[in-house]
């Protein structure tokens, strides 16, 4: 917020807001005009506005209930709605993953996504994309796999063996990174800052106390290795931190979990 010059824009945006539990709702209201929280999940946002005990801070947060990624969802499930499933899972996992891969390739992914009347191209002095961007694609493939799932669940993890589908899954992630990355660097004002938190891998460990040792854990990749270039190529980047983020500690026969995060402050490159 230090960093907004003093002719910018004063409202703040936090994309992925959910119940803001990452995100310090109340700091963010007393240094801004307006906080917008953008979120598909209207009732958490909700909940994080509980945070705001002042009658002021209220009238300063706005909710929009937003899919971030302009639909693509929706324009995924028409595709794979059109394709006949039952045929193609007589033919074999390759015609599954085929037409799979297929649906992926085809999908429309709006770059960057328009929200009319909702969020304005440049209206925002800062804007927080929080802990969102590995859902925007992941959400989408999983709706893939599920379909598959429920029709033949024999194939289940065949998905790895498949080149065509892999690729296609691979340029599906790429297409929605670089869609989002537009619509920060499209959402600020000039002198405007990006604040990009991302989970960028999953890990789990199964002995306590061990969650930083290496032969004791599996990584699990969320983001495509290539996300630092790509955020080079839309932004100057100002600071870069990344930090481990438990969510579970191992009990009896559940292993830990956690989170590698990515943390950058980034403004419009020249």
């Known amino acids: 917020m230090r960093l907004r010059p003093r002719a910018t ?6 994309l992925g807001a959910g119940a803001c539990t990452e995100i310090p709702l109340a700091a963010l209201c007393r240094t801004s005009d ?17 945070v705001l005990t002042f009658p002021a801070q209220r009238r300063q947060a706005q909710l929009v209930q937003a899919d971030l990624t302009g639909e693509v969802s929706v324009h995924l499930a028409r595709l794979l709605k059109l394709q006949p499933w039952r045929e193609l899972v007589a033919q074999g996992a390759q015609a ?5 891969a297929h649906c992926l390739e085809q999908c429309p992914v709006p770059n960057p996504p328009e929200f009319v009347e909702h969020l304005l191209p440049g209206e925002f002095g800062v804007v927080i994309s929080s802990l969102v961007l590995s859902q925007l694609f992941s959400y989408p493939i999983l709706d893939v796999l599920e379909r598959i ?4 669940p024999s194939l289940l993890g065949e998905q790895e063996r498949h080149r065509r589908y892999q690729e296609a899954a691979q340029g599906f992630r790429l297409r929605i990174i670089h869609a989002h990355l537009h619509l920060l660097r499209s959402l600020i004002d000039v002198g405007g800052i990006v604040v990009l938190l ?4 999953g890990f789990v460990f199964t002995v306590h106390g061990t969650d930083h040792d290496a032969s004791h ?3 699990i990749p969320l983001v495509p290795r290539m996300l630092p270039e790509l955020v080079a190529q ?10 481990e983020w438990l969510t579970d ?7 830990g979990r956690g989170y590698e995060v990515v943390g950058y402050v980034l403004k419009a490159s020249e």
């Open 34 to 50: 307006t906080v917008v929280l953008a979120d598909l999940d209207l009732a958490a946002m909700q909940r994080g506005c509980e």
């Open 149 to 152: 799932q429920t029709l033949a």
């Open 217 to 219: 854990r599996r990584s």
């Open 9 to 14: 824009s004063r409202s703040t945006l936090v």
């Open 96 to 100: 599954v993953f085929d037409a799979a």
């Open 234 to 243: 839309h932004f100057s980047i100002i600071e870069e931190q990344k930090w």
């Open 249 to 255: 500690l191992p009990e009896k026969e559940r292993p």
């Open 198 to 201: 991302s989970d960028i891998r």
